[in-house]
Nanobody
Framework: QVQLVESGGGLVQAGASLRLSCVAS???????MGWFRQAPGKEREFVAV?????????FYADSVKGRFTISRDNAENTVYLQMNSLKPEDTAVYYC?????????????????WGQGTQVTVSS
């Protein structure tokens, strides 16, 4: 089992930055950790993913590429999402997720473990 706890959400103005953190605990070997988001009335969508072990390769949704950066600190069992140049359309609940799988890593059902979510609200 893996437990994930997110933090760092909040209310900011457009153009501002936020950094989300997700601390993982448990004994299961994780392959990838990702961030997803869900806005009211919309489906949960992929944001970014990082390989947890090895080279730490990353992959981003087109909507956040160049603005968001995912990173990890394996010693602290923490994954981060640095969000810059925030837009009102980034408003959503952001979820940290972990998977033991190695394919389709931008697909939410692949992820076995989820955090409780943290709200990010960007005002115009």
């Amino acid at each position: 089992q893996v437990q994930l706890v997110e933090s760092g959400g909040g209310l900011v103005q457009a153009g501002a930055s936020l950094r989300l953190s997700c601390v993982a605990s448990g004994r299961t070997l994780i392959n990838y950790m990702g961030w997803f988001r869900q806005a009211p009335g919309k489906e949960r969508e992929f944001v970014a993913v990082i390989r947890w072990r090895g080279g730490g390769s990353v992959f981003y949704a087109d909507s956040v590429k160049g603005r968001f950066t995912i990173s990890r600190d394996n010693a602290e069992n923490t994954v981060y999402l640095q969000m810059n140049s925030l837009k009102p359309e980034d408003t959503a609940v952001y979820y940290c997720a972990a998977t033991t799988y190695s394919s389709n890593i931008d697909y939410a059902p692949v992820y076995e473990y989820w955090g409780q979510g943290t709200q990010v609200t960007v005002s115009s």
